[in-house]
């Protein structure tokens, strides 16, 4: 019934022609859509841990209003149209975080179907392994362990019932929410605790490879022939505001010229892990200026104008639950008449 209610509210903006009024409002503005995974419709999209992908059938009739309703250009000239205050009216730009094999073998040939580009922003450490971010592992912990509760030492212990779905979801917030503002080595000694607590190691590149295999850089470098943009998410996934000013330099540095050996051109394209208001610094805009990068993107809903800070470029994030009266007003800006 919430779903329904949802969907007859949102599709009221695109009835009453909302969502045309809100887009033509921000017609001299860049939106920059942001992307996960992207993977065949199946019922494990009903799972938790897949509120960050979309279809592909979703994925390509987004990408299909998109090109109907907006110019889709790179971030390159995006970019050089924001520097020179030169918008046309109605940029977007397409991206992708992390670097998941999905992205190449689903997300690039719609893409390609449609004459579209994105870019793709990789976090270079995890690149032809067999890792997983530490936000997954601890949501896979909490997800999968077979115990019906655990302990986890904070700044005091804390009990989390994990006796049926929605508190194993409830926990995973929570605690995600928590490590996300502790030093790194706060994050895994978290994981590390969780994991002789319950008895579970997560291996979900084992179980399910579609959903957590990182590309290969033989994968990236595809992606770079074939017309994608390739930027950098650092090379850990560390939040920058948890790392020293020297840990996020380097950071950043390692980052972009691990990107650059392998792909043999220059990456200047960044994206900041979470990219939530407090993770990113004044300190990380002056690092990222130092270092060559040219521009970088966060995670704080809007869209963007010239006369805007170029390290820190609003994105809209796009979900699993988001259908397309949905995503129409989550582009157009209208959605905020309803939240």
């Known amino acids: 019934m919430r779903s329904k209610l949802k969907h007859f509210l949102y599709s009221g903006l695109e009835w009453g022609h909302i969502n045309d009024i809100a887009r033509h409002r921000r017609k001299k503005a860049l939106l920059i859509i942001t992307y996960h995974s992207v993977l065949p419709p199946s ?99 909490l997800m999968n362990a077979q115990t019906e509760g655990v302990t986890v030492q904070l700044d005091e212990p804390v009990y989390y019932s994990l006796q049926n779905t929605k508190k194993r979801e409830e926990a995973s917030v929570h605690l995600r929410t928590w490590l996300k503002y502790q030093p790194v080595r706060e994050q895994e000694r978290v994981v590390r605790a969780l994991i002789e607590a319950t008895g579970y190691t997560p291996r979900l590149v084992d179980s399910d490879p579609e959903r957590y295999a990182f590309m290969t850089w033989d994968d990236v470098r595809v992606m770079r022939d074939a017309g994608m943009e390739i930027g950098s998410h650092t090379a850990h996934h560390y939040l920058l505001n948890m790392l020293t000013e020297k840990e996020s330099y380097y950071e950043l540095k390692e980052s972009r010229e691990t990107i650059e050996k392998e792909l043999d051109q220059a990456c200047t394209f960044f994206s900041y892990p979470n990219g939530a208001v407090g993770n990113f610094l004044p300190v990380h805009f002056k690092q990222l200026a130092e270092l060559g990068y040219t521009n970088a993107v966060t995670q704080v809903p809007g869209v963007n104008k010239p006369e805007d800070n170029i390290y820190a470029l609003n994105r809209v994030n796009i979900s699993a639950g988001m259908d397309m009266s949905v995503f129409k007003a989550y582009c157009s800006g209208a959605y905020k008449l309803l939240t």
């Open 43 to 141: 019922e494990k999209f009903r799972n938790f841990d897949y509120r960050n992908c979309v279809t592909t059938d979703s994925f390509a009739a987004q990408l299909r209003y998109l090109k109907k309703k907006y110019r889709v250009i790179s971030l390159k000239e995006a970019e050089e149209r924001l520097q020179n205050h030169d918008l046309h009216g109605y940029e977007c730009v397409i991206t992708f975080d992390d670097g998941f094999l999905n992205n190449r073998r689903y997300a690039m040939p719609i893409l390609q179907s449609l004459g579209l580009s994105a870019v793709f922003y990789v976090t270079s450490a995890f690149i032809g392994t067999e890792e997983m971010l530490w936000t997954e592992k601890v949501n896979a912990i």
